[in-house]
């Protein structure tokens, strides 16, 4: 069984920075994409930033110079670090992982999510 588990989310001020963290553990043979989308109140789910393709990156433009999303060197663990907090960011962070596990399976999964507020 493959879980991602997250970890960082919190209240932070406008201008603030926080730190994500996500582990996939279990049978877990690679990993093709992960990374962390956020759904906001009343919005839908987004996608944040993510690696695919091997070292390749996706950001959301209202992210772009602001997020960073880095690694492992076993690649199992997905970090975001965030910068310049706006209120807008604030939302529910999903992990994300796109995966075969140990027995071949391709699947996505998702963590539970974090809460993450940005509020003066």
């Known amino acids: 069984q493959v879980q991602l588990v997250e970890s960082g989310g919190g209240l932070v001020q406008p201008g603030g920075s926080l730190r994500l963290s996500c582990v996939a553990s279990?049978?877990?043979?690679?990993?093709?994409?992960m990374g962390w989308y956020r759904q906001g109140p009343g919005k839908q789910r987004e996608l944040v930033a993510q690696?695919?393709?091997?070292?390749?990156?996706n950001y959301a433009e209202a992210v772009k110079g602001r997020f960073t999303i880095s690694r492992d060197n076993a690649k199992t663990t997905v970090y975001l670090q965030m910068n310049s907090l706006k209120p807008e960011d604030t939302a529910v962070y999903y992990c994300?992982?796109?995966?075969?596990?140990?027995?071949?399976?391709?699947?996505?999964?998702w963590g539970q999510g974090t809460q993450v507020t940005v509020s003066s």
């Open positions: 279990g049978s877990v043979f690679s990993i093709n994409a």
């Open positions: 690696f695919f393709s091997g070292a390749n990156i």
């Open positions: 994300h992982a796109d995966l075969t596990s140990a027995w071949g399976a391709r699947s996505n999964y």
